[in-house]
């Protein structure tokens, strides 16, 4: 599974958007939801940063949907509307993966992710390394190897599998950004983990090897559904 998914959700309607914000946080591999009431604003999203895939509800007032599709080069696009006819001039735009009439059911929403996230992972170019500043050097970090990454003020120190650790010139969250749609996970607000070296979890802490690691709040249930689990003993 593709993990830390970035979203956007252009709707004309900001009820509309919570509505699917709050069914989106339930998603674990969702890392990023953005929301915006306005096309021009979402247009500059695209412009600005990275975004994976977007939910686009048709009923958008101030710019008709459908030319707004034909206008500009969307990211992966889910279109939720109320017309279902809509659908079929739709399916005519290359970015459009699926369209999902309202009243929008979570069964549905499901089955359209996983057509996204199939979607996605074709068309993601991924290595097995990344390349990371360390002082005035750029070094070459093999990521299996990786075992955490842990947040060092405004940089960060990189922690391998043989105990070792670099200090990068990134901070925390620039570092989950470049290691985005891979196993490595933040999971609390100063550490990033990779999943392939979690060995033993509960409720409140992991164990890479023998060092415990506490879970940051916000965190705790996006590991247990991570791993298709929906409860912690």
């Known amino acids: 599974m593709i993990m830390n998914i970035s979203v956007l959700i252009l709707a004309d309607q900001q009820e509309q958007a919570t509505e699917l914000t709050n069914l989106l946080k339930n998603i674990p591999y969702i890392s990023t939801i953005k929301v915006s009431t306005n096309p021009v604003e979402a247009l500059n999203h695209f412009l600005s ?15 008709n949907g459908l030319e707004l599709l034909a206008s500009f080069q969307f990211p992966p ?5 109320s017309r279902p006819a809509f659908a079929i ?8 993966i699926d369209f999902i009439e309202k009243p929008m059911k979570m069964l549905r929403l499901m089955r359209a992710l996983n057509r996204a996230t199939k ?5 993601t170019i991924t290595n097995d390394y990344v390349y990371l500043k360390t002082g005035s050097k750029t070094k070459n970090f093999k990521i ?3 075992q955490y990454i842990e947040a060092d003020g405004i940089y960060c120190k990189v922690w391998m599998n043989n105990g070792s650790f670099s200090h990068v010139n990134d901070n925390i969250t620039e570092m989950e950004n470049k290691l985005r749609h891979t196993r490595l996970i933040r999971l609390h607000k100063s550490f990033i983990f990779n999943l392939n070296h979690i060995n033993t979890f509960n409720s409140r802490n992991i164990w890479i090897g023998d060092k415990q690691f506490s879970l940051g709040v916000t965190y705790r249930s996006k590991l247990g559904n991570i791993l298709n689990i929906n409860s912690f003993e």
């Open 49 to 63: 940063e990275k975004i994976d895939l977007v939910f686009f509800d048709m009923e958008t007032a101030e710019i």
């Open 77 to 81: 696009t889910i279109v939720i509307s």
């Open 89 to 96: 001039a739709c399916f005519d735009n290359n970015s459009v």
């Open 119 to 123: 979607y996605i992972s074709m068309n």
């Open 144 to 146: 299996d190897s990786i």
